[in-house]
């Protein structure tokens, strides 16, 4: 199940875009120096200001090289982002409180334009980390005030653009500081409260994505199973439809093809000499007994009787088809791969029926894989749903997804020899016991064949 978290490519991309932002800050500072000193002739301490503005230049580089080389290459966490987030403003806090220092200090107008970095730090970091920036920027701060004002450290005043008598203004001091208090509580504490606002909808919304997501997974679920159905329905009409039929066919052909066999064999024994007749004869024989095999097949077919159940143990009826073959030349090349549980419990079934479709399913996998392969046995109980699965799985080389919508069909056969009856009967059986026989694969993986009985 997915997990809620913020997206950390749009968290690295909005300190990217910080990035950024601090370029045009560099550029609008540089000019209103510019201005300030050459158009209206405003005295001020250039050095440190132009110092401060070469450090953020200088750590706005690094930055920029993080962002634009190592992050391309290491995909930070949202740990790291978040360490470079608090790195970000409170550097960019610490570089804004010496400039307001170097040009007014508390006589600068420009001390508010902190504001907008409380309401981005609010953004970025979480609600501990940008109160203890803003605390710290005001202790800072005022005790850069305070220093100035005793005289420990010197005042900057920006000569000819505020009045000498603001310094000394206690009340006005009192008013700006404490204006400047409450105006970055409040931003912190509406900024905040908006992030987190729009974090609790972005994790509703997220979670009611996820439960649409499993809404649409149950939605498929129930409309695979309604189609199966309703195959399943139109197959069981077909099959009855044809199972009557096919015994009044079966037996009405059973004994002219009887006599066609023994007559044929008359002729052979009666021309020994001949070659021409007895390779004939042989076809016809071979022909004659194809015959009587899927006469054979449409009587089985025809006389699918309802089971005689017992509860025991099936993986043990498994095991025993699969000693009846496994030394059979044919399966020479064939490995079995057994994963079976020990503690899976009884179900009712008819022991015959049941080693007639298991016995079908294997000799159709080993039929699959001429040069040989593995064939994958497994089961598992579903508790919840009371079924227990088993399933056969071959290595060879699948079924399309055209013909596996025809397997099931009575007489439709994918290989060379074959009535095509035997999937069919083994579906009948399967759905007698109360059960369901599942076909999946795909071309080039295999076929999976999934026995799935009640568990009582």
Same mark, same amino acid.
């Given at each position: 199940?997915?997990?809620?978290k913020?997206?950390q490519?749009e968290?690295?991309a909005?300190?990217?875009?910080?990035?950024?932002?601090?370029?045009?800050?560099?550029l609008?500072?540089?000019?209103?120096?510019?201005?300030?000193?050459k158009?209206?002739?405003?005295?001020l301490?250039l050095? !440190?200001i132009?110092?401060? *503005?070469g450090?953020?230049?200088?750590?706005?580089?690094?930055?920029?090289?993080?962002?634009r080389?190592?992050?391309?290459?290491h995909?930070?966490?949202?740990?790291?982002?978040?360490?470079?987030?608090n790195?970000q403003? @409170?550097?960019?806090?610490?570089?804004l409180?010496?400039?307001?220092?170097?040009?007014?200090?508390?006589e600068n107008?420009?001390?508010?334009?902190?504001?907008f970095?409380m309401?981005l @730090?609010?953004?970025?970091l979480?609600?501990? &980390?940008?109160w203890?920036?803003a605390?710290l920027?005001?202790l800072?701060?005022?005790?850069?005030?305070?220093?100035?004002?005793?005289?420990?450290i010197?005042?900057? /005043?920006?000569?000819g653009?505020?009045?000498?008598?603001?310094?000394?203004?206690?009340?006005h001091?009192?008013a700006?500081?404490?204006?400047?208090?409450?105006?970055i509580?409040l931003?912190?504490?509406?900024?905040?409260?908006?992030?987190?606002?729009?974090?609790?909808?972005?994790?509703?919304?997220?979670?009611?994505?996820l439960?649409?997501?499993?809404k649409? &997974?149950?939605l498929?679920?129930a #409309?695979e199973?309604?189609? /199966?159905?309703?195959?399943?329905?139109?197959?069981?009409e077909?099959l009855?439809?044809?199972?009557?039929?096919s015994?009044?066919?079966?037996h009405?052909?059973n004994?002219?093809? *009887?006599? +066609?066999?023994?007559f044929s064999?008359?002729?052979?024994e009666e021309?020994p000499?001949?070659k021409?007749?007895?390779?004939? +004869?042989?076809?016809? +024989?071979?022909e004659?007994?194809?015959?009587k095999?899927?006469i054979k097949?449409?009587?089985?077919?025809?006389?699918?009787s309802?089971?005689?159940?017992k509860?025991?143990d099936?993986?043990?009826?498994?095991?025993k088809t699969?000693?009846?073959?496994a030394?059979h030349?044919?399966?020479?090349n064939i490995?079995?791969i057994?994963n079976?549980?020990? &503690?899976l !419990?009884?179900?009712?079934?008819?022991?015959?029926q049941?080693?007639?479709?298991?016995m079908n399913?294997?000799?159709?996998?080993?039929?699959?894989?001429v040069?040989? @392969?593995?064939?994958?046995?497994?089961?598992?109980?579903h508790e919840?749903?009371?079924?227990?699965d088993?399933?056969?799985?071959?290595?060879? !080389?699948?079924?399309s997804?055209?013909?596996?919508?025809?397997?099931?069909?009575?007489?439709?056969?994918?290989?060379?020899?074959?009535?095509?009856?035997?999937?069919?009967?083994?579906?009948?059986?399967v759905? #007698?016991h109360?059960g369901k026989?599942i076909a999946?694969?795909q071309?080039?993986?295999?076929? +999976?064949?999934?026995?799935?009985?009640?568990?009582q």
């Amino acid at each position: 199940m997915r997990i809620y978290k913020p997206s950390q490519d749009e968290f690295q991309a909005r300190l990217g875009w910080f990035v950024q932002l601090r370029w045009v800050f560099i550029l609008v500072l540089t000019l209103l120096l510019f201005f300030a000193v050459k158009a209206f002739d405003i005295k001020l301490p250039l050095f !440190p200001i132009l110092l401060i *503005t070469g450090i953020v230049f200088s750590y706005n580089c690094l930055f920029y090289l993080l962002h634009r080389v190592f992050f391309t290459q290491h995909k930070p966490s949202v740990r790291q982002l978040r360490i470079e987030a608090n790195l970000q403003i @409170g550097l960019d806090l610490l570089a804004l409180i010496f400039l307001v220092y170097f040009s007014g200090d508390i006589e600068n107008p420009f001390l508010f334009f902190s504001v907008f970095h409380m309401i981005l @730090g609010s953004i970025f970091l979480t609600g501990r &980390d940008i109160w203890i920036q803003a605390l710290l920027s005001f202790l800072l701060f005022s005790a850069l005030v305070a220093l100035s004002w005793f005289g420990i450290i010197p005042h900057y /005043r920006i000569e000819g653009f505020t009045a000498k008598e603001l310094w000394h203004n206690v009340p006005h001091l009192i008013a700006v500081m404490s204006s400047f208090t409450a105006i970055i509580l409040l931003t912190i504490y509406m900024t905040s409260s908006i992030s987190k606002s729009l974090h609790r909808r972005s994790k509703a919304l997220f979670d009611l994505t996820l439960e649409l997501e499993k809404k649409s &997974d149950e939605l498929e679920e129930a #409309n695979e199973e309604l189609v /199966r159905q309703q195959n399943l329905l139109i197959q069981s009409e077909k099959l009855a439809s044809l199972g009557n039929l096919s015994a009044g066919i079966a037996h009405e052909l059973n004994s002219p093809l *009887t006599g +066609i066999l023994n007559f044929s064999h008359f002729i052979k024994e009666e021309c020994p000499e001949q070659k021409q007749v007895q390779n004939d +004869i042989d076809i016809v +024989i071979r022909e004659t007994e194809r015959c009587k095999k899927i006469i054979k097949g449409l009587l089985d077919f025809a006389r699918q009787s309802q089971p005689e159940k017992k509860c025991d143990d099936i993986i043990a009826v498994l095991n025993k088809t699969i000693n009846l073959v496994a030394y059979h030349r044919d399966f020479r090349n064939i490995k079995f791969i057994m994963n079976t549980p020990d &503690d899976l !419990p009884k179900v009712m079934f008819d022991e015959d029926q049941m080693q007639q479709v298991f016995m079908n399913l294997i000799v159709n996998a080993q039929q699959a894989m001429v040069e040989g @392969g593995q064939v994958r046995i497994s089961a598992f109980y579903h508790e919840k749903q009371k079924m227990l699965d088993i399933k056969i799985e071959d290595s060879g !080389p699948g079924i399309s997804p055209e013909k596996i919508q025809k397997i099931f069909d009575p007489f439709y056969t994918t290989k060379d020899i074959g009535t095509g009856l035997g999937l069919s009967i083994s579906l009948g059986i399967v759905e #007698n016991h109360g059960g369901k026989l599942i076909a999946k694969s795909q071309e080039g993986l295999g076929a +999976i064949f999934i026995v799935r009985l009640p568990v009582q």
